[in-house]
């Protein structure tokens, strides 16, 4: 239990479909990610939200729309997605430095959402 | 960041201790040294991280050469559970890894055998 939960673990959806990956952490952060995790290769970046605003798109196809509505909840909204964006989903936080505290700089990643495009 | 370089896989027996190199040749000063494992089908996870001392906490321990090129992590007695993927990532900062600029390379893949 890392206090980053992904849902669903497991999505298949074809390519017309409109779905939407959710992520939730209770960890306090204020930070958080999508990482893209493809067979055989590293993890990817995709997305980076820093106190709500996104401070990162990692030259991502627009038919990967993520969504932060506050600092507990991330979502990345899929649309006309092609068979090779099958892959692994990872949602992370951390707290951002500068504020108050001491904090490691560390990544809490979620389980995953395995996403099968047919 | 400088890009690191590991063992693509390590086999080690149950209760020995496992160490994992990483080649960090070109770190620069500010550069941070963490590790983070993979288990099959779970997301990263944190081990520990250094900058130039020696570090260790509940899961491993962390040397650094007093150059700074290059580093191991010690699992003191592997288990069957620590079978993973681990990855050395530097990292400008040590808040750095906040940044979402973690790049993960390929790792090694640590196997414990019975």
């Known amino acids: 239990e890392t206090g980053v939960t992904q849902t669903p673990r497991h999505l298949v959806m074809g390519m017309t479909n409109k779905k939407s990956l959710k992520c939730e952490q209770h960890l306090g952060h204020n930070a958080m990610y999508w990482y893209k995790q493809s067979a055989k290769k590293p993890l990817e970046l995709m997305f980076v939200?820093?106190?709500?605003?996104?401070?990162e798109n990692n030259s991502v196809p627009s038919r990967f729309s993520p969504e932060c509505p506050n600092s507990s909840h991330l979502f990345l909204h899929l649309h006309t997605l092609q068979p090779e964006d099958s892959a692994l989903y990872l949602c992370?936080?951390?707290?951002?430095?500068?504020?108050?505290?001491?904090?490691?700089?560390?990544?809490?990643f979620g389980e995953g959402s395995r996403l099968t495009v047919l | 960041d400088a890009k690191t370089t590991q063992p693509p896989s390590m086999d080690c027996a149950e209760g020995r201790a496992a160490n994992l190199p990483c080649n960090h040749s070109t770190i620069s000063g500010n550069e941070y040294v963490y590790w983070y494992r993979q288990i099959h089908s779970q997301g990263p996870q944190y081990i520990i991280h250094?900058?130039?001392?020696?570090e260790t906490n509940e899961m491993a321990s962390l040397i650094i050469t007093e150059d700074r090129k290059s580093s191991t992590l010690i699992l003191p007695h592997a288990t069957l559970r620590d079978t993973a993927v681990y990855y050395c990532?530097?990292?400008w900062g040590e808040g750095g890894g906040s940044q979402g600029n973690l790049i993960f390379g390929k790792g090694t893949k640590l196997s414990v055998k019975p």
């Open positions: 939200y820093n106190f709500k605003e996104q401070t």
């Open positions: 990532i530097v990292v």
């Open positions: 250094g900058l130039k001392n020696n």
């Open positions: 992370a936080s951390s707290q951002v430095p500068g504020l108050a505290g001491v904090n490691t700089g560390e990544l809490f």
